[in-house]
């Protein structure tokens, strides 16, 4: 299975994250350790809770909520804020 990198963009053009993405479809989720470039500062290298919230940080929106997913910390993506991507 091949993976492709994306680019996570907010609705108000915010560049969020580089992500690379390995299954097709509608992103949902965004695991962690597979986002490459952290373009708000504050997705890699922190500690999270689960249930924290990931605002973008030009417009305040609700991005995303931390959440374990298949035992990996995600981002679990809100699809009216984030631009869509589907692979």
Same mark, same amino acid.
């Given at each position: 299975?091949?993976?492709?990198?994306?680019?996570?963009?907010?609705?108000? !053009?915010?560049? +969020?994250?580089?992500?690379?993405?390995? @299954?097709?479809?509608?992103? #949902? &989720? %965004?695991?962690?350790?597979?986002?490459?470039?952290?373009?708000?500062?504050?997705?890699?290298?922190?500690?999270?809770?689960? !249930?924290?919230? +990931?605002?973008?940080?030009?417009?305040? @929106?609700?991005?995303?909520? #931390? &959440? %374990?997913?298949?035992?990996?910390?995600?981002?679990?993506?809100?699809?009216?804020?984030?631009?869509?991507?589907?692979?």
């Amino acid at each position: 299975m091949s993976s492709k990198i994306i680019e996570v963009v907010c609705q108000c !053009g915010q560049k +969020i994250a580089k992500y690379e993405k390995v @299954k097709s479809g509608f992103l #949902i &989720k %965004m695991y962690l350790d597979k986002i490459l470039i952290d373009y708000i500062g504050n997705l890699s290298g922190k500690k999270f809770e689960l !249930g924290d919230d +990931i605002f973008c940080p030009k417009c305040n @929106k609700r991005i995303a909520t #931390i &959440k %374990m997913i298949h035992g990996r910390l995600a981002a679990k993506i809100n699809h009216g804020v984030v631009k869509k991507i589907s692979t």
